[in-house]
């Protein structure tokens, strides 16, 4: 599949799976086609926009593949993510310095990872129920907590966080790199986090070899929720205020672009950087039917369609493997 | 000798029932110590204690003469007992090395990773044991038995002073357990010591020093392999003589009813045909990748095939899907009943109607639950399923009540052919001769019966022929009058073609 001759491209497929080097190569071409097709694409605000609009899905994407390589699953980061600006926003009206108003509200994240984690591995807690019940049950807290408005007037030692720039950039982007840049090291490189392919393969089996199941669940959760935190400051700091329905959803989008980056609900599979080229695909997606006027709807149908194809290819290739090593 | 592990007077209970009942044993340094007994005889429990995944209500255990005691298999693993199961708990989409060393990987400051140190370790490991992997090589690229190969050696990798195997040969071909009997008695020479649990008779002749026998939850006995048969072994673990296992043949056949015409699809058979006569046991015989289960499912529509024609009394049947095959009353029974046989979390009773339950169904489409009752009462009796009460659970049976649970379930659509895949895998000596004596009571009221298998002293005993297939083409036939195992394994090695098979006898 690769020519002779393209060194780049060979190295870049022996650091990466299939699933991730297919993502680069597909992302090339339809970059090449786009920048062709309109003027527009390749200039630096859009480029910008692009990597703003997908820094909250990517930033807790880092969190949510590593979950779902341990086998876990969070439908609450949406949730998470307001609640902290909720409670960041309140504090800040109420007079709290910045600093601590974000140690609140990274706290109150931390606060549902932990519930999360501990219900999932000490209570033996399907992961969907009890991250469908704290996704609900936080948004209806955080309505409690701003009955049910938005938090208005954050001042602007605040907001710069998410408006402010440097090199002409704008600071989420930076933020969502180095999470992607260091949480891919991480996982790829450190023993801690490499526990979470063998609790995901076979939780038995990763009993067995000494790891601390339950502690390692909980902390991944702890960590996709301090991620939706961030992810949740970055938000509220750009808009300069704390929207109470900001963030419904974005569980969803998370996972379809970690799943379309190589992960697999059933575990053991997948890699920050995948799950980050599937947050791309779906941004630039998202941009290129945007420049070529194509109706806002079609990007759910073809975003939909996509994360299905991705995985029927995985299944078919799945298959075909088996059949060869069936008849060998 | 030295005695490396003792235990005295290990007992544990489960609601209901007594698995491991007083028993002591002990183990010396560099014996291979054989363990065998019907399923539900207590082996599983045993090693699970001695391995610290079940704590023992009673009794102790001495590793090298001190007493211990294991809150997790953790504490086993670092006081030196390891264990391998037979199900894989390999990671498929990390390498070789990563899983060899796993949770265990070198690591500097940080818990970095030093990748290169840890495939010069793996590849020095892997070398001892002439095994030629690339370290880097994810672990989902291997075949079956490769995997298995690696699962032990993964266990040995850690050094234990005991190493306890629970059926380690059962998805590994014949050179690949070879290769493990020879390392096994390398590793054994070193000083390891080996607990070997295992169904197959001949390999406790075959690997081990002593063979100790459980029944009951009770230790009945250890034996120098030396001075024991095969029919000792059988006698001590089912308590009584088993005086005929297969029962004795019908004498007179009906004539060919179901006939099986041109089956091909390619990569699994090729131009297969057969036929059944009434009240035959006709068996399959074959090595891994014969095709003879894809056959037994393309006839039921599970599998695809490209061509074929199935006739039965005369007529040609269509059969598109398993749905066909029971309007037809051609019933499969899966080799995996766990897998694809029984609805494991459902009871004893739903389980038992599922196939037929068309047939239990009023005119107003609700379920005669009168007519359930009196049907799968009548079906315990009959296949001796042995259960407190039919709510119960599947899969709280032991296999042996599996397999029987199995066979009782499709009497409901009254088969006029049997396809049975493995009827024995699993099920121990007792329950064995039962499934047998069923079948040749089936076969005495005119059902045909096809029996794949792989245990050929089976097929041997209760076949009145053997069709014995190579790479999805049928290489041989022989009659009741001409088995013998040199014969069926030639043919199934495709070292003789159905040609030479006639000059022989012609």
Known sequence: MVKKGSLILRSFRSITGFREFALIIVLLVFGFVMSLTSPVFLTKQNIEAILLALSVEATIAVGMVNLLISGGLDLSVGSTLAFTGVVTGLALNAGVPVVFSILLGLLAALGVGLANGLLVAKMRINPFIVTLGTNMAVRGLLLVLAQGRAVLNLPAEFTIIGQGRLFGIQYPIYVMLALVIIGDFLLRNTRFFRQNYYIGSNEKAARFSGINVDMVKVINYCIVALLAGVAGLMITARFGSASVTVGSGTELRVITATIIGGASLSGGEGSVLGAFLGALFMGILANALNLLGVDVYWQNLITGLILIGAVVIDVVNERRKNQATAKS | ?506
């Not at chain 2, 005991?162 to 493990?180: K, R």
């Open chain 2, 1 to 506: 000798m030295e005695e490396v592990l003792r235990a005295e007077h290990l007992s544990k209970r489960f609601p209901g029932v007594l698995a491991v009942d007083d028993v002591s044993f002990s183990l010396d340094r560099g014996e291979i110590l054989a363990l065998v007994g019907e399923n539900g005889a207590g082996k599983s429990t045993l090693s699970l204690m001695l391995s610290g995944i079940h704590k023992p209500d009673a009794g102790t255990i001495f590793l090298e003469g001190k007493p211990v005691v294991f809150n997790a298999p953790v504490d086993a693993i670092h006081a030196g007992i390891a264990i391998v199961f037979q199900e894989l708990s390999l990671v498929g989409s990390l390498s070789v090395a990563e899983n060899i060393f796993a949770n265990r990987q070198p690591a500097g400051p940080g818990g970095i990773i030093r990748w290169d140190e840890l495939h010069r370790q793996t590849s020095e490991f892997l070398r001892r044991f002439n095994l030629h992997l690339n370290p880097r090589q994810l672990v989902k690229q291997l075949s079956m038995g490769q995997q298995q190969i690696l699962e032990i050696l993964k266990a040995i990798s850690i050094n234990p002073k005991v190493l306890i195997l629970d059926e380690p040969t059962s998805s590994l071909t014949e050179s690949e357990a070879n290769y493990l009997f020879e390392n096994i008695r390398k590793l054994q020479k070193q000083g390891m010591s080996f607990i070997y649990i295992t169904h197959k008779l001949s390999e406790v002749f075959q690997i081990a020093d002593r063979v100790m026998v459980m029944r009951d939850g009770k230790h009945v006995g250890t034996r120098q392999v030396s001075e024991v048969t095969e029919n000792d072994l059988i006698a001590m673990m089912v308590g009584r003589q088993i005086t005929s296992l297969y029962g004795d043949a019908e004498k007179s056949r009906g004539e060919e009813y179901f006939r099986v015409e041109g089956f091909t699809q390619p990569g699994a058979f090729e131009d297969v045909s057969f036929g059944v006569r009434r009240g035959e046991i006709l068996g399959f015989f074959g090595l891994i990748g014969a095709g003879r289960s894809e056959l037994a499912r393309a006839i039921i529509g599970m599998y695809p095939r490209q061509s074929g024609r199935i006739f039965l009394e005369e007529q040609e049947i269509t059969i598109r899907n398993p749905r066909d095959a029971i309007r037809h009353g051609i019933a499969y029974l899966t080799e995996d009943r766990k897998g694809d046989g029984l609805f494991l979390s459902m009871s004893i009773r739903e389980n038992l109607i599922a196939p037929s339950l068309p047939s239990f169904t009023t005119p107003q489409g609700l379920l005669d639950f009168r007519r359930v009752e009196t049907f799968t009462e009548n079906l315990t009796q009959a296949f001796a399923i042995v259960t407190p009460s039919l709510t119960k659970k599947v899969s709280n049976l032991s296999g042996g009540n599996q397999q029987k649970c199995l066979i009782a379930m499709w009497m409901g659509i009254n088969p006029r052919v049997i396809l049975f895949d493995e009827p024995t895998r699993g099920v121990d000596v007792g329950a064995r001769a039962e499934i047998y004596h069923k079948l040749r009571e089936l076969a005495h009221t005119g059902v045909g019966i096809v029996m794949i298998s792989s245990d050929l002293p089976e097929l041997i005993g209760m076949c009145d022929r053997i069709i014995v297939m190579h790479q999805g083409r049928i290489t041989g036939e022989l009659a009741r009058g001409e088995f013998s195992e040199e014969r069926i394994m030639t043919f199934a090695a495709g070292l003789h073609s159905q040609v030479s098979l006639e000059v022989n006898h012609g």
